[in-house]
T-cell receptor, first 110, second 113 residues
């Protein structure tokens, strides 16, 4: 069974701080997506990484796919209250069934 | 360009009843996947439809069934509802069965009492 563990589970920080969220598995994935979800809404796709070692930047967010394609990280620089939400990583295999991580709930205090 | 739409937004049912949830995929997409998300957890894969057939299924009982129509829209049916079926049901669409980017709808919040 493929599992994705995220850490930390909860994170409460002050505006302007930096943070990193980790997504780890013992399984290899063909692709890794990161989503952000706000209460009562569906997950919104932030980024997809497919190559081991790949780094993608989206404004203040930096995403990295591990060399072995088993893990990923999301780094946020100078967090803002608008970054608050549930961050989910999801791994894809040969078909596009997604295995979701356990989630990281981020709260950025103004 | 319309995104993924789902209906209804909220639904309250009683144990033992049956429910049907609906999803229209993003324009240009032909594959629909359904997920169940319990409060505070990540979504769990229920099944995926492509070319009007169920192509993959997660660890959900036969009480969960679905359908895909020629226009690519989809329905999720749940029979004999249990209290534990209370969750946010998410529909995601993509183009092609092998594509890895999925776009989610806002979900249907199902409450079973």
């Amino acid at each position: 069974t493929q599992l994705l563990e995220q850490s930390p589970q909860f994170l409460s920080i002050q505006e302007g701080e930096n943070l990193t969220v980790y997504c780890n598995s013992s399984s290899v994935f063909s692709s890794l997506q990161w989503y952000r979800q706000e209460p009562g809404e569906g997950p919104v796709l932030l980024v997809t990484v497919v190559t081991g070692g790949e780094v993608k930047k989206l404004k203040r967010l930096t995403f990295q796919f591990g060399d072995a394609r088993k893990d990923s990280s999301l780094h946020i620089t100078a967090a803002q209250p608008g970054d608050t939400g549930l961050y989910l990583c999801a791994g894809g295999g040969a078909t596009n069934k997604l295995i979701f991580g356990t989630g990281t709930l981020l709260a950025v205090q103004p | 360009d319309a995104g993924v739409t789902q209906s209804p937004t909220h639904l309250i049912k009683t144990r033992g009843q049956q429910v049907t949830l609906r999803c229209s995929p993003k324009s240009g997409h032909d594959t629909v996947s359904w997920y169940q998300q319990a409060l505070g957890q990540g979504p769990q894969f229920i099944f995926q439809y492509y070319e009007e057939e169920e192509r993959q299924r997660g660890n959900f009982p036969d009480r969960f069934s679905g359908h895909q129509f020629p226009n690519y829209s989809s329905e999720l049916n749940v029979n004999a509802l249990l209290l534990g079926d209370s969750a946010l049901y998410l529909c995601a669409s993509s183009y092609g069965q092998g594509a890895y980017e999925q776009y989610f709808g806002p979900g249907t919040r199902l409450t079973v009492t």
